[in-house]
Protein backbone atom coordinates (compact mmCIF):
# COMPACT_ATOMS: atom_id res chain seq x y z
CA UNK A 1 0.00 0.00 0.00
CA UNK A 2 1.44 3.47 -0.56
CA UNK A 3 0.41 6.60 1.33
CA UNK A 4 -0.62 9.62 -0.50
CA UNK A 5 2.13 11.86 -1.46
CA UNK A 6 3.58 13.93 1.44
CA UNK A 7 7.39 16.02 1.37
CA UNK A 8 10.06 14.71 3.51
CA UNK A 9 12.33 16.86 5.59
CA UNK A 10 15.38 15.21 7.65
CA UNK A 11 16.20 17.47 10.91
CA UNK A 12 19.93 18.01 12.52
CA UNK A 13 18.97 19.31 15.83
CA UNK A 14 15.78 19.96 17.97
CA UNK A 15 15.61 23.50 17.34
CA UNK A 16 15.74 22.91 13.47
CA UNK A 17 12.74 20.13 13.56
CA UNK A 18 10.59 23.03 16.11
CA UNK A 19 11.24 25.60 12.49
CA UNK A 20 10.29 23.42 10.25
CA UNK A 21 7.29 22.32 12.32
CA UNK A 22 6.61 26.08 12.17
CA UNK A 23 7.17 26.36 8.51
CA UNK A 24 5.28 23.53 7.25
CA UNK A 25 1.65 23.54 8.69
CA UNK A 26 0.12 20.01 8.92
CA UNK A 27 3.30 18.28 8.86
CA UNK A 28 4.06 16.13 11.61
CA UNK A 29 6.98 14.40 12.64
CA UNK A 30 8.46 11.31 12.15
CA UNK A 31 10.49 9.05 14.97
CA UNK A 32 10.59 5.23 14.31
CA UNK A 33 7.66 5.68 11.95
CA UNK A 34 6.01 2.09 13.13
CA UNK A 35 2.89 4.20 14.06
CA UNK A 36 2.52 7.02 11.29
CA UNK A 37 3.88 4.50 8.44
CA UNK A 38 1.42 1.89 8.76
CA UNK A 39 -1.60 4.94 9.21
CA UNK A 40 -0.24 6.46 6.33
CA UNK A 41 -0.35 3.17 4.34
CA UNK A 42 -3.79 2.51 5.52
CA UNK A 43 -4.33 6.02 4.14
CA UNK A 44 -6.04 6.73 7.87
CA UNK A 45 -4.39 9.88 8.42
CA UNK A 46 -2.72 12.40 5.44
CA UNK A 47 0.12 15.04 5.64
CA UNK A 48 1.31 17.32 4.11
CA UNK A 49 4.91 16.75 5.18
CA UNK A 50 7.13 14.64 7.45
CA UNK A 51 9.91 15.84 9.62
CA UNK A 52 12.17 13.31 10.23
CA UNK A 53 13.99 13.46 13.75
CA UNK A 54 15.01 9.92 13.88
CA UNK A 55 19.08 10.77 13.61
CA UNK A 56 19.03 13.45 15.78
CA UNK A 57 21.67 12.50 18.22
CA UNK A 58 20.95 14.39 21.28
CA UNK A 59 17.31 12.28 20.93
CA UNK A 60 19.04 9.00 21.02
CA UNK A 61 21.13 9.27 24.22
CA UNK A 62 20.33 7.68 27.32
CA UNK A 63 21.73 9.48 30.59
CA UNK A 64 20.95 8.20 33.86
CA UNK A 65 17.40 8.47 33.84
CA UNK A 66 17.09 10.70 31.15
CA UNK A 67 16.13 8.86 28.14
CA UNK A 68 16.34 10.94 24.80
CA UNK A 69 12.62 10.98 22.69
CA UNK A 70 14.01 9.09 19.88
CA UNK A 71 15.37 6.07 21.72
CA UNK A 72 14.36 2.80 20.08
CA UNK A 73 12.28 0.36 22.81
CA UNK A 74 15.55 -1.94 22.17
CA UNK A 75 17.64 0.60 23.33
CA UNK A 76 15.72 0.83 26.52
CA UNK A 77 15.52 -2.45 27.08
CA UNK A 78 18.90 -3.16 27.08
CA UNK A 79 20.09 0.18 28.77
CA UNK A 80 20.99 -1.19 32.93
CA UNK A 81 19.89 1.53 35.76
CA UNK A 82 16.26 2.20 34.44
CA UNK A 83 13.71 1.11 36.78
CA UNK A 84 12.58 -2.37 36.28
CA UNK A 85 9.16 -2.31 35.12
CA UNK A 86 10.41 -0.08 32.09
CA UNK A 87 13.05 -2.41 31.25
CA UNK A 88 9.95 -5.08 31.41
CA UNK A 89 7.73 -3.26 29.24
CA UNK A 90 9.87 -2.06 26.52
CA UNK A 91 11.08 -5.37 25.94
CA UNK A 92 7.47 -6.51 25.73
CA UNK A 93 6.65 -4.34 23.30
CA UNK A 94 5.51 -5.60 19.42
CA UNK A 95 8.06 -8.09 18.10
CA UNK A 96 12.17 -7.45 17.90
CA UNK A 97 11.60 -5.89 14.26
CA UNK A 98 9.51 -3.13 16.36
CA UNK A 99 11.33 -2.68 19.02
CA UNK A 100 14.41 -2.28 16.71
CA UNK A 101 12.81 1.30 14.95
CA UNK A 102 9.92 1.88 17.38
CA UNK A 103 10.91 4.93 19.89
CA UNK A 104 9.74 5.24 23.27
CA UNK A 105 8.75 9.06 22.40
CA UNK A 106 7.02 8.30 19.21
CA UNK A 107 5.03 5.55 21.52
CA UNK A 108 4.16 8.59 24.08
CA UNK A 109 3.13 10.91 22.33
CA UNK A 110 0.97 8.75 19.53
CA UNK A 111 -0.71 7.40 23.11
CA UNK A 112 -2.88 4.69 21.66
CA UNK A 113 -4.62 3.69 24.50
CA UNK A 114 -3.02 -0.09 23.77
CA UNK A 115 0.54 1.22 24.06
CA UNK A 116 2.69 0.12 27.56
CA UNK A 117 5.08 2.67 28.12
CA UNK A 118 2.04 5.53 29.02
CA UNK A 119 0.85 3.36 31.60
CA UNK A 120 4.50 2.24 32.71
CA UNK A 121 5.44 6.16 33.02
CA UNK A 122 2.60 7.31 34.55
CA UNK A 123 3.14 4.74 38.07
CA UNK A 124 6.83 6.11 37.66
CA UNK A 125 5.72 9.75 37.85
CA UNK A 126 7.96 10.25 34.99
CA UNK A 127 8.67 13.86 33.83
CA UNK A 128 8.09 14.83 30.24
CA UNK A 129 10.60 17.29 28.37
CA UNK A 130 9.12 19.31 25.56
CA UNK A 131 10.90 21.68 23.55
CA UNK A 132 9.21 24.36 21.04
CA UNK A 133 12.67 24.95 19.84
CA UNK A 134 13.81 28.20 22.05
CA UNK A 135 11.18 27.18 24.61
CA UNK A 136 11.07 24.57 27.21
CA UNK A 137 8.52 23.43 29.71
CA UNK A 138 8.31 19.79 31.95
CA UNK A 139 4.98 18.02 32.52
CA UNK A 140 4.64 15.63 34.90
CA UNK A 141 3.08 11.88 33.13
CA UNK A 142 -0.18 12.34 35.73
CA UNK A 143 -1.15 15.92 33.19
CA UNK A 144 0.73 14.19 29.94
CA UNK A 145 -1.73 11.45 28.87
CA UNK A 146 -5.34 13.42 28.22
CA UNK A 147 -6.86 11.58 25.87
CA UNK A 148 -7.98 9.10 23.22
CA UNK A 149 -4.64 9.67 21.26
CA UNK A 150 -4.21 12.92 23.06
CA UNK A 151 -1.46 14.30 25.00
CA UNK A 152 -0.34 17.65 26.49
CA UNK A 153 2.30 18.24 23.29
CA UNK A 154 0.71 21.32 21.81
CA UNK A 155 1.36 22.24 18.00
CA UNK A 156 4.78 23.16 17.32
CA UNK A 157 6.07 21.04 20.11
CA UNK A 158 8.39 17.98 20.63
CA UNK A 159 8.74 15.33 23.13
CA UNK A 160 12.78 16.00 24.00
CA UNK A 161 13.04 13.44 26.83
CA UNK A 162 11.87 11.13 29.68
CA UNK A 163 12.67 11.36 33.24
CA UNK A 164 12.78 8.68 35.05
CA UNK A 165 14.43 8.41 38.58
CA UNK A 166 16.60 5.59 39.77
CA UNK A 167 15.32 2.97 41.72
CA UNK A 168 16.17 2.90 45.31
CA UNK A 169 17.09 0.25 47.61
CA UNK A 170 13.85 -0.83 48.82
CA UNK A 171 11.93 0.29 45.90
CA UNK A 172 10.54 -2.24 43.34
CA UNK A 173 8.32 -1.67 39.74
CA UNK A 174 7.53 -4.53 38.04
CA UNK A 175 4.81 -4.45 34.26
CA UNK A 176 2.29 -7.73 33.53
CA UNK A 177 0.18 -7.29 30.47
CA UNK A 178 -2.30 -9.19 28.27
CA UNK A 179 -1.16 -8.80 25.37
CA UNK A 180 -3.18 -9.27 21.69
CA UNK A 181 -1.57 -12.48 20.90
CA UNK A 182 -1.24 -10.71 17.14
CA UNK A 183 0.18 -7.51 17.85
CA UNK A 184 1.07 -7.81 21.55
CA UNK A 185 -0.66 -4.50 22.17
CA UNK A 186 -1.79 -4.44 25.95
CA UNK A 187 -5.55 -5.61 26.03
CA UNK A 188 -4.93 -4.75 29.73
CA UNK A 189 -2.01 -3.29 31.29
CA UNK A 190 -0.81 -2.72 35.00
CA UNK A 191 2.53 -1.36 36.19
CA UNK A 192 3.02 -1.13 39.96
CA UNK A 193 6.27 1.12 41.58
CA UNK A 194 6.29 0.40 45.50
CA UNK A 195 8.54 0.83 48.36
CA UNK A 196 9.02 -0.94 51.26
CA UNK A 197 10.86 0.77 54.74
CA UNK A 198 10.95 -1.52 57.63
CA UNK A 199 9.23 -4.39 56.44
CA UNK A 200 5.95 -1.92 55.74
CA UNK A 201 5.13 -0.47 52.16
CA UNK A 202 5.69 3.63 52.46
CA UNK A 203 4.89 4.46 48.95
CA UNK A 204 2.68 2.81 46.21
CA UNK A 205 1.85 3.83 42.85
CA UNK A 206 -0.44 2.02 40.41
CA UNK A 207 -1.04 2.93 36.88
CA UNK A 208 -3.49 0.66 34.13
CA UNK A 209 -3.66 0.92 30.31
CA UNK A 210 -5.62 -1.03 27.58
CA UNK A 211 -9.03 0.13 29.69
CA UNK A 212 -9.66 3.57 29.57
CA UNK A 213 -8.86 6.58 26.86
CA UNK A 214 -5.75 7.09 28.45
CA UNK A 215 -3.23 5.84 30.67
CA UNK A 216 -5.01 5.43 34.25
CA UNK A 217 -3.51 5.84 37.46
CA UNK A 218 -5.54 4.16 40.23
CA UNK A 219 -5.75 5.72 43.63
CA UNK A 220 -7.64 3.15 45.62
CA UNK A 221 -5.35 0.19 44.78
CA UNK A 222 -2.11 1.65 45.68
CA UNK A 223 -3.88 3.60 49.15
CA UNK A 224 -4.90 -0.09 50.18
CA UNK A 225 -1.04 -1.38 49.60
CA UNK A 226 0.15 1.71 51.88
CA UNK A 227 0.98 0.03 55.50
CA UNK A 228 0.82 -3.25 54.64
CA UNK A 229 3.85 -5.67 54.58
CA UNK A 230 3.05 -6.47 51.13
CA UNK A 231 2.29 -9.73 51.92
CA UNK A 232 0.08 -12.20 48.82
CA UNK A 233 -3.16 -12.09 51.01
CA UNK A 234 -2.87 -7.83 51.63
CA UNK A 235 -1.92 -7.31 47.61
CA UNK A 236 -5.16 -9.70 46.58
CA UNK A 237 -6.91 -7.37 48.71
CA UNK A 238 -5.83 -3.93 47.17
CA UNK A 239 -5.89 -5.64 43.55
CA UNK A 240 -9.11 -5.87 43.91
CA UNK A 241 -10.45 -2.11 44.25
CA UNK A 242 -9.26 -1.76 40.78
CA UNK A 243 -12.74 -3.53 39.32
CA UNK A 244 -15.01 -1.03 41.12
CA UNK A 245 -12.59 1.93 41.03
CA UNK A 246 -12.15 1.92 37.33
CA UNK A 247 -15.16 3.78 35.38
CA UNK A 248 -18.12 2.55 33.84
CA UNK A 249 -17.12 3.03 30.31
CA UNK A 250 -14.31 0.72 29.26
CA UNK A 251 -12.51 0.13 26.66
CA UNK A 252 -13.73 -3.35 24.65
CA UNK A 253 -13.15 -4.97 21.03
CA UNK A 254 -13.64 -8.25 19.28
CA UNK A 255 -10.51 -9.26 20.96
CA UNK A 256 -11.76 -8.75 24.52
CA UNK A 257 -14.86 -7.22 25.85
CA UNK A 258 -14.81 -3.93 27.95
CA UNK A 259 -16.46 -6.94 30.81
CA UNK A 260 -13.50 -9.09 30.12
CA UNK A 261 -11.18 -6.38 30.57
CA UNK A 262 -12.19 -5.10 34.01
CA UNK A 263 -12.15 -8.68 35.54
CA UNK A 264 -8.62 -8.66 33.96
CA UNK A 265 -7.64 -5.22 35.60
CA UNK A 266 -8.16 -6.84 39.23
CA UNK A 267 -5.63 -10.07 37.80
CA UNK A 268 -2.71 -8.04 35.83
CA UNK A 269 -2.55 -5.30 39.07
CA UNK A 270 -2.14 -8.18 41.13
CA UNK A 271 0.43 -9.74 38.89
CA UNK A 272 2.30 -6.27 38.72
CA UNK A 273 2.25 -5.41 42.44
CA UNK A 274 3.38 -9.01 43.47
CA UNK A 275 6.85 -9.09 41.05
CA UNK A 276 7.39 -5.17 42.64
CA UNK A 277 7.12 -6.23 46.29
CA UNK A 278 9.11 -9.41 45.54
CA UNK A 279 11.69 -6.84 43.85
CA UNK A 280 11.87 -4.10 46.66
CA UNK A 281 12.16 -6.47 49.22
CA UNK A 282 15.48 -7.97 47.38
CA UNK B 1 10.10 16.38 -4.18
CA UNK B 2 11.80 13.50 -4.81
CA UNK B 3 14.86 12.94 -2.89
CA UNK B 4 18.38 10.94 -3.85
CA UNK B 5 19.55 8.54 -1.32
CA UNK B 6 22.49 6.52 -1.31
CA UNK B 7 22.59 2.86 0.22
CA UNK B 8 24.08 -0.09 -0.08
CA UNK B 9 22.10 -3.27 -0.77
CA UNK B 10 23.80 -6.98 -0.38
CA UNK B 11 27.09 -5.31 -0.73
CA UNK B 12 26.19 -3.38 -3.53
CA UNK B 13 26.09 0.71 -3.56
CA UNK B 14 22.94 2.10 -5.28
CA UNK B 15 21.83 5.93 -5.94
CA UNK B 16 18.30 6.18 -6.82
CA UNK B 17 15.77 9.21 -6.81
CA UNK B 18 12.81 8.67 -4.80
CA UNK B 19 9.75 9.69 -3.40
CA UNK B 20 9.23 10.33 0.07
CA UNK B 21 6.66 7.85 0.70
CA UNK B 22 8.20 5.20 -1.70
CA UNK B 23 8.17 2.30 1.05
CA UNK B 24 11.86 0.31 1.38
CA UNK B 25 10.18 -3.24 0.26
CA UNK B 26 8.70 -1.25 -2.85
CA UNK B 27 12.09 0.08 -3.62
CA UNK B 28 13.93 -3.18 -3.08
CA UNK B 29 11.76 -5.09 -5.15
CA UNK B 30 10.32 -2.60 -7.51
CA UNK B 31 13.41 -0.15 -8.22
CA UNK B 32 16.39 -2.87 -7.65
CA UNK B 33 14.20 -6.21 -8.39
CA UNK B 34 15.03 -7.78 -5.53
CA UNK B 35 11.39 -9.63 -5.63
CA UNK B 36 13.03 -12.54 -2.25
CA UNK B 37 11.67 -9.79 0.31
CA UNK B 38 7.83 -10.33 0.22
CA UNK B 39 5.01 -8.51 1.01
CA UNK B 40 2.71 -9.98 3.21
CA UNK B 41 0.13 -7.52 4.97
CA UNK B 42 -0.94 -3.45 5.07
CA UNK B 43 -0.95 -3.63 9.17
CA UNK B 44 3.21 -4.10 9.94
CA UNK B 45 2.27 -7.52 11.61
CA UNK B 46 3.40 -10.60 9.37
CA UNK B 47 7.25 -9.83 8.95
CA UNK B 48 7.23 -11.63 5.47
CA UNK B 49 9.11 -8.39 4.09
CA UNK B 50 11.83 -8.51 7.27
CA UNK B 51 14.85 -7.30 5.60
CA UNK B 52 18.33 -6.24 7.86
CA UNK B 53 18.82 -2.57 7.99
CA UNK B 54 22.43 -1.59 9.40
CA UNK B 55 22.53 -5.19 10.91
CA UNK B 56 18.38 -5.24 12.97
CA UNK B 57 15.93 -7.43 11.44
CA UNK B 58 13.55 -4.49 10.11
CA UNK B 59 10.11 -4.61 8.45
CA UNK B 60 11.00 -3.06 5.20
CA UNK B 61 7.06 -2.19 4.88
CA UNK B 62 7.48 0.08 7.72
CA UNK B 63 10.29 1.99 6.85
CA UNK B 64 10.36 4.65 4.35
CA UNK B 65 13.21 4.64 1.59
CA UNK B 66 14.47 8.09 2.28
CA UNK B 67 14.99 6.82 6.09
CA UNK B 68 17.52 4.34 4.77
CA UNK B 69 19.64 6.79 2.92
CA UNK B 70 23.08 5.76 3.90
CA UNK B 71 22.12 2.38 5.49
CA UNK B 72 23.49 -0.93 4.32
CA UNK B 73 20.56 -3.40 3.90
CA UNK B 74 20.74 -7.12 3.46
CA UNK B 75 18.03 -9.06 1.96
CA UNK B 76 17.83 -12.41 1.41
CA UNK B 77 19.43 -12.40 -1.94
CA UNK B 78 22.33 -11.77 0.17
CA UNK B 79 22.62 -14.81 2.05
CA UNK B 80 23.68 -17.49 0.10
CA UNK B 81 26.76 -17.37 -1.65
CA UNK B 82 27.20 -18.17 -4.98
CA UNK B 83 28.36 -22.00 -4.34
CA UNK B 84 26.51 -22.53 -1.35
CA UNK B 85 23.47 -22.54 0.47
CA UNK B 86 23.33 -20.00 3.63
CA UNK B 87 23.13 -22.38 6.42
CA UNK B 88 19.87 -21.25 7.80
CA UNK B 89 18.50 -21.90 4.23
CA UNK B 90 20.01 -25.24 4.54
CA UNK B 91 19.08 -26.11 7.75
CA UNK B 92 15.16 -24.90 6.29
CA UNK B 93 15.19 -27.02 3.63
CA UNK B 94 16.55 -29.89 5.69
CA UNK B 95 13.87 -29.55 8.72
CA UNK B 96 11.19 -28.67 6.44
CA UNK B 97 10.96 -25.58 7.61
CA UNK B 98 8.75 -24.48 4.75
CA UNK B 99 5.38 -25.20 2.95
CA UNK B 100 3.97 -22.68 0.23
CA UNK B 101 7.62 -20.57 1.20
CA UNK B 102 6.01 -17.17 1.39
CA UNK B 103 7.02 -16.92 4.94
CA UNK B 104 10.58 -17.96 4.27
CA UNK B 105 12.75 -14.85 3.68
CA UNK B 106 11.48 -13.02 6.03
CA UNK B 107 11.82 -15.91 8.96
CA UNK B 108 15.18 -16.44 7.81
CA UNK B 109 16.04 -12.75 8.11
CA UNK B 110 14.39 -12.63 11.42
CA UNK B 111 16.30 -15.64 12.39
CA UNK B 112 19.54 -14.58 11.78
CA UNK B 113 19.25 -11.46 13.56
CA UNK B 114 18.65 -13.83 16.24
CA UNK B 115 21.12 -15.88 16.09
CA UNK B 116 23.51 -12.58 16.08
CA UNK B 117 22.48 -11.82 19.19
CA UNK B 118 22.48 -15.05 21.38
CA UNK B 119 24.22 -18.32 19.53
CA UNK B 120 22.50 -20.77 21.47
CA UNK B 121 18.73 -19.67 21.29
CA UNK B 122 16.44 -22.24 23.62
CA UNK B 123 12.97 -23.21 21.86
CA UNK B 124 11.23 -20.41 24.12
CA UNK B 125 13.78 -17.54 22.72
CA UNK B 126 13.40 -18.93 19.27
CA UNK B 127 9.40 -18.42 19.32
CA UNK B 128 10.10 -15.17 21.21
CA UNK B 129 12.86 -14.00 19.04
CA UNK B 130 10.32 -15.09 15.69
CA UNK B 131 7.21 -13.72 17.37
CA UNK B 132 6.91 -10.46 14.55
CA UNK B 133 6.72 -12.93 11.73
CA UNK B 134 3.65 -15.65 10.58
CA UNK B 135 3.50 -18.42 8.92
CA UNK B 136 -0.06 -19.59 7.95
CA UNK B 137 1.46 -23.31 6.56
CA UNK B 138 3.79 -25.13 8.57
CA UNK B 139 2.90 -24.95 12.35
CA UNK B 140 5.99 -23.63 13.54
CA UNK B 141 7.30 -26.67 14.76
CA UNK B 142 9.71 -27.30 11.63
CA UNK B 143 10.84 -23.14 12.24
CA UNK B 144 11.91 -23.68 15.33
CA UNK B 145 13.91 -27.06 14.56
CA UNK B 146 15.50 -25.59 11.49
CA UNK B 147 16.57 -22.60 13.72
CA UNK B 148 17.92 -25.03 16.18
CA UNK B 149 19.60 -26.74 13.79
CA UNK B 150 21.06 -23.77 11.87
CA UNK B 151 22.76 -23.02 15.09
CA UNK B 152 24.27 -25.46 15.31
CA UNK B 153 25.73 -25.82 12.08
CA UNK B 154 26.91 -22.09 12.74
CA UNK B 155 28.29 -22.35 16.11
C1 LIG C 1 3.26 -4.72 14.58
C2 LIG C 1 3.29 -3.70 15.67
C3 LIG C 1 3.15 -4.09 16.98
C4 LIG C 1 3.17 -3.15 18.01
N1 LIG C 1 3.01 -3.58 19.29
C5 LIG C 1 3.05 -2.70 20.30
C6 LIG C 1 2.92 -3.12 21.66
O1 LIG C 1 2.82 -4.30 21.97
N2 LIG C 1 2.95 -2.16 22.61
C7 LIG C 1 3.11 -0.83 22.32
O2 LIG C 1 3.16 -0.03 23.24
N3 LIG C 1 3.25 -0.41 21.06
C8 LIG C 1 3.23 -1.30 20.05
N4 LIG C 1 3.40 -0.86 18.76
C9 LIG C 1 3.55 0.60 18.48
C10 LIG C 1 4.98 0.99 18.62
O3 LIG C 1 5.22 1.13 19.98
C11 LIG C 1 5.25 2.31 17.90
O4 LIG C 1 6.59 2.27 17.53
C12 LIG C 1 5.06 3.55 18.71
O5 LIG C 1 3.71 3.63 19.08
C13 LIG C 1 5.38 4.78 17.92
O6 LIG C 1 6.74 5.07 17.99
P1 LIG C 1 7.51 5.52 16.69
O7 LIG C 1 8.83 5.97 17.12
O8 LIG C 1 7.46 4.44 15.71
O9 LIG C 1 6.66 6.80 16.27
P2 LIG C 1 6.17 7.37 14.87
O10 LIG C 1 5.30 6.40 14.19
O11 LIG C 1 7.34 7.90 14.13
O12 LIG C 1 5.30 8.59 15.41
C14 LIG C 1 4.07 8.38 16.07
C15 LIG C 1 3.40 9.72 16.37
O13 LIG C 1 4.09 10.42 17.39
C16 LIG C 1 4.58 11.67 16.90
N5 LIG C 1 5.92 11.81 17.47
C17 LIG C 1 6.96 10.95 17.33
N6 LIG C 1 8.02 11.36 18.04
C18 LIG C 1 7.65 12.52 18.64
C19 LIG C 1 8.33 13.43 19.52
N7 LIG C 1 9.60 13.23 19.93
N8 LIG C 1 7.65 14.53 19.94
C20 LIG C 1 6.36 14.74 19.54
N9 LIG C 1 5.68 13.92 18.72
C21 LIG C 1 6.32 12.82 18.27
C22 LIG C 1 4.55 11.57 15.40
O14 LIG C 1 4.38 12.82 14.79
C23 LIG C 1 3.37 10.66 15.16
O15 LIG C 1 2.18 11.38 15.18
C24 LIG C 1 3.37 -1.78 17.71
C25 LIG C 1 3.55 -1.37 16.38
C26 LIG C 1 3.53 -2.31 15.37
C27 LIG C 1 3.73 -1.85 13.97
S1 LIG D 1 4.47 -6.95 4.83
FE1 LIG D 1 3.62 -7.69 6.67
S2 LIG D 1 4.99 -6.84 8.13
FE2 LIG D 1 5.72 -6.03 6.29
S1 LIG E 1 5.48 -21.67 4.59
FE1 LIG E 1 3.63 -20.82 3.86
S2 LIG E 1 3.45 -19.06 5.11
FE2 LIG E 1 5.11 -20.05 5.99
Redo the contacts between chains.
Keep these: ????????Y?AESVREAAKLLKQHPGAKL?AG??SI??L???RQTEVSA?I?I?RIADLRAINGGMIGACCTY?QVAAAGGLPAALTEAASHV?????R??GTIGGGVAHADPASDLPTVLLALNAKFHISKGRTARVVPAIKFFTGLYETALKEGELLVAIEVDAEARGTGSAYAKLENP???YAMVGAAASVTIVNGVCTDASVAVGGLTTHAWRSKRVAGALLETTLDADSISKASKRIVKELPDDLLGDMHASADYRRAMSQVFVERAVTAAAARAKK | ?T?TISLTVNGKAHCSVV?????LV?YLRDVLGLTGTNIGC????C?SC?VHLDG????A????A??ADGATIKTIEGMASPTSLHPLQEAFREEHGLQCGYCTPGMIM?AD??LRHNHKPSEAQIRQ?L???MCRCTGYQNIVKAVQNAALKMA
Excluded: W
Excluded at chain 1, 1 to 8: A, G, I, L, N, V
Excluded at chain 1, 94 to 98: E, I, K, L, S, T
Excluded at chain 2, 61 to 64: A, D, E
Design positions: MYPSSFEYRLGHIPLKLLDGAGDPAVARASR | MHEPRLLHDTSQGTEAVKCTVLVQAALGEGN
